[in-house]
């Protein structure tokens, strides 16, 4: 497949950015959900709330690429803006009562309705047959919707929680059981990675409104404020990992694949997921880690910052895996070494674990710092290939 000979816009417009501020705080939303209730449970609950809320930024997005930028595109931003504002609203209600999590569940479904005619009526893609079809993504995660709204409708407990972990797996295996009818649809190189990189830094962001609002609010110790310091180098460190070297592979990836829809589908789709659950479970970790820095933590918060970021430097073992066949064997190595150290975690002082994790990710992004810089080639690791 050839580059398109123009893209509407390359660039995200003022409505998008807009559009962008409620995610900000949807995001604050379902990272407050374990902070108020800790336990894995809540961590589960944050998890299915975020794979909501992604998929219908994904499908936001989605429906406006390729768009000249019009009063009527704007006009729909706004209304995709409003229902995911309800949602984030409701968002840390969504699993107890019954009105919130209706509410929530309408607004939801209200959102996909909204999509599913922006891509029926065709107006999102100009050569977009496969999205005007009556079996098209958009198509099924209405229909995940819908299993939401009857999620709200029936009582608190493990029904509730089956429908829910049905229309997330729903709405996210659409696109790949429908992948072939994705193969001819065309996506531009520079926008959807601009998007797509927005949402980390929304992400990361969250790691420092969190801490940042938690240390506002009481009186902190040298300890504490020793670990709001490494919690922001580990932002750092996370932001160094993305946009220094991985941003750039998906914008060469989606420029040079054959089959762009695979890298929108798998790698910006999917594997971006990853990241922002990583980095979502490292602001809540890092919260806890400011609160008590020495006490040895034996419940979730002690597996918070190495378990997100070792998501996070494992997306980019998938995603590289996707797009050009073979993770490189640094981040494949540091991601088994942030899987042993969660596993540690438990026993040793908080800080020290937050400590510990920036030293891999300042490691990681050194030795790559260094192996760019002298042009020595970063070693692979042969996977299967991709089918």
Known sequence: MTEPQHEAHERASWAEL???????????QAA????SHPGWGAVGETVLLLGIMWWSWVGTTLSVHGVEDSNTQRIFLFACGLCMFAMAITATYAFTGHQQPLIFALAHLALRLLLWRQMWSKRAFSNAGAFATALNPFAVTTVSAVLLVIAALVPEGGVRIGLWLAAVALAFGGPTLLARRMRTVQFGATHLPERFATFIIIALGEMVASVGSQAADGHLGAVSWLAVVLTFLLGCGLWWLYFAYGFSAVEHSLRTNQVRGAVVREVLSYGHMLLVVGLVLVAVGARAVVAHPVEIVHGVDGYLVPLGATLFVGAFVFTRWRMFGAPTAGRTAMTLVLAA??????????????????AILVGLNGFEYWSVTTNRPLRLVRLPARS
């Open 341 to 358: 150290l969660t596993a540690l975690s438990p026993l040793l002082p908080p800080i020290v674990t937050m400590a510990l994790v920036l």
């Open 32 to 35: 407050h959900l374990p902070v």
């Open 18 to 28: 807009f559009f962008d501020l409620v995610l900000v705080f949807a995001v604050t």
